[in-house]
């Protein structure tokens, strides 16, 4: 885990700083669970929220923030993203909230297999 490797780093190197930025990190996941296997490209947070839905189909807000331990903020943004591209939809809330439910979208379609 990061929590791992950064105490791993500070212990081997005293007077060094170490920065992540989650925001420069991709990767590449490949979802067969539509009607064609499609690779969507996004970011290892988006990765990690995507990758919770091999162990179920719908979610509170609160559980994804305690399983990918990400802050509920930038969980939130990450969230309304997903939704947006409609891989997730949400449950009967117009706005999310640490309570909202958000579930896998079953039916997504795109012309293009790799999706960015």
Same mark, same amino acid.
Request: a positive charge; hydrophobic letters at 40%; one cysteine or more.
């Given at each position: /885990?990061?929590?791992?490797?950064?105490?791993?780093?500070?212990?081997?190197? /005293?007077?060094?700083?170490?920065?992540?930025?989650?925001?420069?990190?991709?990767?590449?996941?490949?979802?067969?669970?539509?009607?064609?296997?499609?690779?969507?490209?996004? /970011?290892?947070?988006? &990765?990690?929220?995507?990758?919770?839905?091999?162990?179920?189909?719908?979610?509170?807000?609160?559980?994804?923030?305690? /399983?990918?331990?990400?802050?509920?903020?930038?969980?939130?943004?990450?969230?309304?993203?997903?939704?947006?591209?409609?891989?997730?939809? &949400?449950?009967?809330?117009?706005?999310?909230?640490?309570?909202?439910?958000?579930?896998?979208?079953?039916?997504?379609?795109?012309?293009?297999?790799?999706?960015?």
């Amino acid at each position: /885990s990061v929590q791992q490797f950064t105490n791993f780093y500070c212990s081997r190197y /005293s007077g060094r700083k170490l920065h992540w930025l989650h925001g420069l990190s991709r990767g590449e996941l490949v979802a067969k669970c539509y009607d064609k296997p499609y690779a969507f490209q996004a /970011s290892t947070f988006q &990765m990690s929220v995507l990758l919770q839905f091999n162990i179920g189909n719908k979610f509170l807000v609160s559980q994804l923030e305690e /399983s990918t331990g990400i802050r509920l903020d930038i969980l939130l943004q990450i969230l309304q993203a997903l939704v947006k591209f409609k891989l997730l939809k &949400m449950e009967k809330e117009s706005i999310l909230t640490q309570s909202s439910t958000v579930s896998l979208s079953l039916v997504y379609r795109s012309k293009k297999l790799k999706v960015n």
